[in-house]
């Protein structure tokens, strides 16, 4: 995932601590929604965008893989992948690593949806973030798929 360029980057905060004083779930949630938005604003959606198509996006889908603690003052980085694409969805795969490290900390697997804001409903992706969101594909096709994606959740038994 270093190969991929850096779509977000956040510093563990106080209030992001739980009870066993590492990050909450929670908020591995909050900066992996951020990778989202950093990604999709370097495509040039951005709010300005957002307000001049009419169209957004929504999270249909999540999985995030807890793989280490953050720790509180961390820096942390996000890469995001195209696993996927059509005409309404992008299917995205987030890795969150410790800054300038290999350290993977946590996987976030999402399905966005393309949604006409005026009818709040699945639309096709605008054409021109279309062309750019095919553009990143092409780049990404090739790279490896990382191991965590497409894992269910599941009890083992051995």
């Known amino acids: 995932m270093s190969s991929l360029p850096v779509s977000h980057r956040a510093r563990v905060r106080p209030d992001w601590l739980d009870y066993n004083g590492h990050m909450n779930e929670a908020f591995y949630l909050v900066v992996f929604g951020e990778a989202t938005d950093g990604f999709m604003a370097g495509l040039g959606w951005d709010a300005a965008y957002r307000e001049r198509t009419g169209h957004t996006i929504y999270t249909a889908q999540t999985h995030i893989t807890y793989l280490r603690e953050a720790d509180l003052g961390q820096d942390l980085t996000v890469t995001t992948q195209i696993l996927d694409l059509d005409a309404k969805r992008v299917h995205l795969f987030h890795a969150m690593a410790?800054?300038?490290?290999?350290?993977?900390?946590?996987?976030?697997?999402?399905?966005?949806?393309?949604?006409?804001?005026?009818?709040?409903?699945?639309?096709?992706?605008?054409?021109?973030?279309?062309?750019r969101l095919d553009a990143v594909f092409t780049r990404h096709r090739p790279l490896p798929r990382p191991p965590q994606a497409g894992r269910p959740i599941a009890i083992r038994r051995t």
């Open 98 to 131: 410790l800054a300038d490290t290999d350290t993977l900390l946590a996987t976030d697997e999402i399905m966005t949806l393309s949604v006409d804001l005026g009818t709040r409903k699945v639309a096709p992706w605008p054409e021109d973030l279309q062309a």
